[in-house]
């Protein structure tokens, strides 16, 4: 299909220089996204129901918006890819770069694998949107890419611009499998990498052509029964457990986190499920208890069938050597700190996966 077959209209002079370009929004065919909940019905990108959000909490009915985990998949030959993104306000932190909160990374396909081509940057004093280009490959030949919405931010509409004359298609699949699921804290939402695709899902995902999506929801992720009912109905191949951060007390997780589990094997039987401790334990008393809460679940996870079952001891996560360097503030990992994530997590759903 040709760019302008899909509306002449939309053929603009752009801020950015670009006289030939057209822009589509994503929400049109033969473009294909991922991670979103009836995005083509939706007058923003929502990770899950906004009536199952606002059951769950308050927290959650403000991160469902946030559109960590979100991708956009095509192909193109056009020798420059262009974004234009509306958005509803800005997130800023002081540990976590404008570019990981409301940035876009473009990706390509290659052999199965993602590669990082460059991130459309959202310029300092944003209010509502931006629009940014890269070019990736200028051969006139088509390619396979990937683009990653922001972690920290709501998206209202995100357009793709194509050189005006360039064919365009749904770009490549991923393997014939059910999402992995992530289910968790700030951390699992992917605060506070640099930019988007180095969120340890993210990371995952890219390396092993595996779709997921993204429930992590900044200090809200607590179990309660409306969105662990919304998880178990979702179609997924692995699930992985990590809101030990988010309970609220060593007792709100003994109330809920075997309960969690319960819902979600009772849907998928047969599924690999992931349980992960948080990274940052002190070995305090209420970290030991809850260590203690999330390897019983386990336990009976894996008395019912070992090759369903995994663990990991959040403390293994960053490594031992530089292990200081992981995080940007004792808690929220870097970079650094999301790739050996990845690695660590990756390797568990690999090993159970090949069972």
């Known amino acids: ?12 002079e752009s801020a950015m220089g670009l006289t030939d370009v057209i822009f589509t929004d994503v929400r049109s065919d ?24 606002r059951a769950t909490n308050d927290g959650v009915y403000g991160l469902h918006i946030h559109t960590a985990g979100g991708r956009v998949r095509f192909s193109t030959d056009s020798p420059y890819i262009a974004i234009r993104c509306k958005m509803q306000g800005v997130t800023l932190f002081p ?15 290659k052999n199965g694998t993602d590669g990082f081509r460059g991130t459309f940057m959202p310029p300092v004093g944003m209010k509502d949107g931006y629009s940014s280009y890269q070019c990736p490959n200028m051969d006139g030949k088509m390619h396979d890419y990937t683009i990653h919405f922001p972690l920290y931010n709501d998206v ?26 992530y289910y968790g804290s700030s951390i699992t939402q992917g605060g506070c990498a640099s930019r988007p695709g180095n969120a340890y899902q993210n990371i995952i995902s890219a390396k092993r052509n595996i779709d997921h999506i993204n429930l992590g ?26 809101y030990d ?8 997780l003994l109330a809920t986190h075997e309960k969690l589990y319960d819902k979600i094997r009772a849907a998928h039987p047969d599924i690999p499920v992931i349980f992960v401790t948080k990274p940052d334990a002190l070995y305090r008393e209420d970290d030991v208890r809850r260590w203690d809460i999330v390897y019983a679940t386990y ?39 999301f790739v050996r994530m990845a690695d660590v997590i990756g390797a568990e759903i690999d090993r159970l996966m090949r069972l």
């Open 245 to 252: 951060h988010n309970a609220p007390s060593a007792e709100h």
């Open 156 to 181: 209202i509409s995100l357009e793709i611009g194509l050189k005006e004359g360039s064919l365009v298609g749904g770009g490549a699949d991923y393997k014939p499998t059910a999402p992995i699921v």
């Open 30 to 53: 033969p473009f294909r996204v991922y991670g979103f909940y009836d995005y083509k019905n939706q007058p923003v990108f929502r990770r899950l129901p906004e009536d199952v959000a």
């Open 217 to 242: 929801f900044s200090g809200s992720a607590r179990g309660e029964d409306a969105i662990c009912d919304y998880m178990a109905s979702l179609p997924m191949s692995v699930f992985v457990c990590d």
């Open 1 to 12: 299909m040709r760019i302008e077959e899909i509306d002449k209209n939309l053929k603009v």
């Open 95 to 109: 540990h976590m770069t404008l570019a990981g909160t409301s940035g876009f990374d473009l990706y390509e396909t």
């Open 299 to 337: 336990k009976k996870a894996y008395a019912k069938n070992p090759k369903t079952a995994g663990f990991i001891n959040g403390h293994t996560l960053f490594g031992t050597e530089y292990h200081d360097a992981c995080t940007v503030d004792t808690c929220h990992p870097n970079d650094a700190g």
